[in-house]
């Protein structure tokens, strides 16, 4: 069962968009925590008052200790992956679905992973400069929360008529729900709630409003990055199977064991699987594998694994 499981899931990561992807490492991350967490409790003695998960997390967690982030560089970028409660987790990812697909829709999906790691790295910044003044030392930053909103306010700008059904209110347009979300980060930073987290995510969002308008002046921030993504990334080749012709023989009541050029139907459509294979690599090369799109994409994913 957790084989089949498993293997879902890698379907789903290799043939999904970039925002199913993201879903799926962020659980994934989540579910190694509670795991870790699960082997502390049980390894301590259900101590409460132990301190090896939190100095652990420690280092996926963004400091507000400007030395601490020095030095452990890395986690500018695991923090906007790593959630240990449940509803942050699932709260973070029911946003990022259902916005990250209308932006997929609109921007690009290859525009997704690149958006969601400037908006986060603008929350961190955001977070970084307000948190001296805000707390007396020992805070940290974790969750997918500026990320997911910059991606948020990305949707909500591009596409600002556009209509979702909320439960209970029905149909909402994208502008009043993203208006909402900002109403309630300020309410959380006037009640002195969270309030670091609540300007990392005004950050996040103020990157997603700020790169649809240099998008829109003709300035992709997310090229570069693409660009190296590309650069590191090798066209998927695969070798091209010999097709083996089979000769049928005709029996007729005026010619016995007559040969015939006809082939099977099984053979036919192997050849036509085999031209559409070959068109498929062709393109890869012109024009590089991104530029396929998500039909062929599973096309080759199927034939690799035949």
């Known amino acids: 069962m957790f084989r089949s499981i498993l293997n879902d899931i890698r379907y789903q990561f290799e043939s999904g968009n970039t925002i199913t992807r993201l879903i799926i490492v962020n659980v994934g991350v989540f579910l190694a925590v509670i795991l870790f967490q699960l082997i502390v409790t049980l390894s301590t003695g259900f101590n409460p008052q132990h301190g090896l998960f939190g100095e652990v997390m420690n280092y996926l967690f963004l400091s507000d200790d400007l030395i601490w982030d020095a030095t452990h560089p890395w986690t500018i970028i695991t923090h906007m992956f790593t959630h240990v409660g449940f509803f942050h987790l699932l709260f973070n990812m029911m946003i990022l679905y259902w916005f990250g697909r209308i932006a997929g829709d609109l921007l690009g999906d290859h525009r997704m992973l690149p958006l969601y790691l400037y908006s986060g790295l603008a929350g961190a910044l955001i977070y970084l400069l307000s948190a001296p003044l805000i707390y007396a030392g020992g805070s940290n930053l974790h969750g997918a929360s500026a990320a997911v909103m910059g991606i948020v306010a990305a949707a909500g700008i591009t596409a600002p008529d556009y209509q979702m059904r909320l439960l209970f209110l029905g149909d909402v347009r994208l502008k009043y729900i993203v208006a909402g979300l900002l109403v309630i980060y ?121």
């Open 186 to 306: 300020m309410i959380g930073i006037a009640s002195m709630d969270n309030v670091g987290g609540h300007m990392a995510h005004l950050g996040g969002a103020a990157f997603g409003f700020f790169y649809v308008h240099m998008l829109r002046q003709g300035y992709d921030l997310t090229r570069g990055f693409n660009r190296m993504i590309s650069f590191f990334r090798r066209p998927v080749h695969i070798p091209a199977r010999p097709v083996k012709r089979k000769v049928t023989m005709e029996v007729s009541h005026r010619a016995a064991n007559r040969k015939t050029d006809q082939q099977p139907p099984a053979s036919r459509a192997y050849d036509g699987e085999q031209d559409r294979l070959d068109a498929i690599l062709d393109k890869i090369k012109q024009s590089g594998y991104d530029n396929l799109s998500e039909e062929d994409k599973k096309f080759l994913h199927d034939a690799s694994q035949k």
